[in-house]
């Protein structure tokens, strides 16, 4: 079949055409060392780039919300170290209130004492982050803790919980109510007011001592497990740490591997598609000056 020079003239522009697209889009690749994938070019690898970014997106804000997570949990460890420490001064001085032969002035300096603990347990319970968000509170983190005047919970029973995983959520756990025992720092103030009353009789006075010692018992076991608590979700954060580096990682190689170039491999096509090219334009010149050649005779 004969086919005319026109048709000839048109098959050898397409493909030199083609190749000087195909060099732009690997000089490109060259250039910027990424691979030049839109999704009319590679639907599949597109689709799969964009799901692998994402998952290094979500991956990253877990990381956040994991460290904001230990941010708050390191200010409530040291908020239950120094309540601890306040606990262990008060139990010294309710061991105090044991020796029979203390005066009315003696119970009364101790009351004095009691009173400043409370008010520093007070004070401990009712911590803040540097948002200003009272941590021990629950959800109502815009609340006091624990009311200085009636020694009520603020709070709510919530545990206001991030995201710190794909499926994983965790909060604080710990709030001002579970902390202590029910009504321990009510109870505390209870047993001040009886000591420091000169009035109080004999059998008062060793009511509010057993009180006391009752609910200081029962609130230290509280506080311990609260510690119990927030130790084992650092653990948990710390692994989970551990693999979400794992993941970003794996996410990163991804990637790389759908979007970056291999470069020995762009240099090659690189030279082989302008050899191509070079080739093909030699090649049009020829048939086109034997076209004219044979047209002119």
């Known amino acids: 079949m004969r086919i005319s020079t026109n048709t000839i003239y048109q098959l050898s522009t397409s493909q030199m055409s083609a190749l000087q697209e195909k060099i732009s889009q690997t000089s490109q690749q060259a250039s910027t060392g990424k691979k030049v994938m839109t999704p009319q070019d590679d639907p599949v690898g597109s689709a799969k780039l964009l799901e692998a970014k994402q ?51 003696n119970r009364q300096s101790i ?19 540097a948002a200003g968000h009272y941590i021990f509170s629950g959800y109502k983190s815009d ?12 709070g709510d029973a919530n545990n206001a919980l991030i995201q710190v995983d ?3 959520q965790l909060g604080l756990g710990v709030n001002a109510n579970s902390m202590f025992s029910s009504g321990f720092l009510a109870q505390v ?28 018992n029962a609130s ?8 119990v608590t927030l130790g084992t979700s650092e653990n948990r954060l710390t692994s989970m740490d551990s693999i979400g580096s794992e993941r970003a990682l794996a996410y990163k190689d991804a990637v790389s591997s759908l979007e970056d170039v291999d470069y020995n491999k762009v240099l090659s096509d690189l030279a082989r598609q302008q050899l191509q090219l070079q080739v093909a334009q030699k090649t049009f010149t020829q048939i086109s000056n034997l076209s004219i050649f044979n047209y002119i005779k």
């Open 143 to 154: 609340t006091a803790s624990i009311n200085a005047s009636t020694y009520a919970y603020g």
């Open 55 to 105: 998952a290094i997106t979500m991956n990253d804000q877990y990381s956040v919300n994991r460290n904001a997570l230990k941010y708050t949990i390191g200010i409530a460890n040291v908020a239950l170290n120094g309540i601890q420490d306040t606990m262990q001064s008060m139990n010294e001085q309710i061991v105090n209130l044991g020796n029979g032969t203390l005066s009315s002035s």
């Open 166 to 168: 794909s499926s994983t």
């Open 220 to 227: 230290q076991i509280t506080v311990n497990a609260a510690q």
């Open 111 to 129: 009351a004095l004492t009691l009173q400043s603990h409370l008010d520093h347990l007070v004070s401990l319970s009712n911590t803040k982050d």
């Open 189 to 216: 103030k209870t047993s001040i007011n009886t000591l420091s009353n000169a009035a109080s009789t004999d059998a008062q006075i060793a009511t509010a001592i057993s009180d006391l010692s009752t609910a200081f």
